[in-house]
């Protein structure tokens, strides 16, 4: 084991502290951010359904999941879809570092009756978690946490069957005014220390190793839809303008315009 993984492992046991307090003693930097990000961001994408259009597109590239073995990576106390994939896969492991939140999990998996399911706290990268060969590895606002992607990225290799998937969703920080931003508020930031949006050599790194099969912008063109709704115009012209938008990010092909959005969902195969 070298020096930058037991960094990480050490790294992993403050993120473990941090998401066990459930008062987590956020500063007044992170508060500002987490009261925008999820104030008047929220309220946006909320109404604009884009995380529901995230979920539904996950849900077609997780696919028949009957014979599938699936890694619910840093699920916390369960995300959106932990249940669906629970009840539906033929076995399903859910992966956190807090104790607390997989003791929840699990509270959930067996009131559901979800019998080849079960909740697991365990750092991913240590040598404690045994379990391999996924046929899915489900990573929601996950991989973004890792600093030393390298090594991240190997594991998620070990641990993926021949042919495995990765569903991902992650920040971004390839967009200047996204870059100034995080860059102003990230030395007061309380959760600095494993919070890393996805960079442009980040995404070439992924593009690299796996094979890319889907990718999704979200909220590229369609952030400055908060302004729009600002303009004394009629709502009709409004809505069609932003959801024009919504499709150009949604549909983009090209990483030139993936890198203007502040988030990206991908579907990643092993080669």
Known sequence: MNDSHNKTLEVNKRQKEFYNDTNK???VATKIWSKLRNGT?????????LKNKV???????LGDLKDKKVLDLGCLRGNHLSLYMAQ??????????????????NEKLNKADCRNATGIAVDFLSADFKHSNFDIIYAYGVLHHFEDFDLLINKLKEKLSKN??????????TSL???IARMAYRPFQSDKDWEWPFTKATLKKLDST?????KRGILGRSKYGMLLNYLPLSSAFKSGKIQNMINKDWNAKQWTAIYSCMHVTMLLRKK
């Open 41 to 49: 961001l929220h309220k946006y994408t909320n109404d604009l359904d």
């Open 210 to 214: 796996f094979t890319i099969v889907e």
């Open 55 to 61: 979920y539904t597109e996950h849900k077609l590239w």
């Open 164 to 173: 495995g998937i990765i569903i991902s969703y992650d920040p971004l920080e």
């Open 177 to 179: 005014p996204i870059k």
């Open 88 to 105: 539906n896969a033929k076995e399903y492991v859910g992966v956190d570092l807090s104790d607390v939140a997989i003791a929840e999990l």
């Open 25 to 27: 003693h956020k500063n």
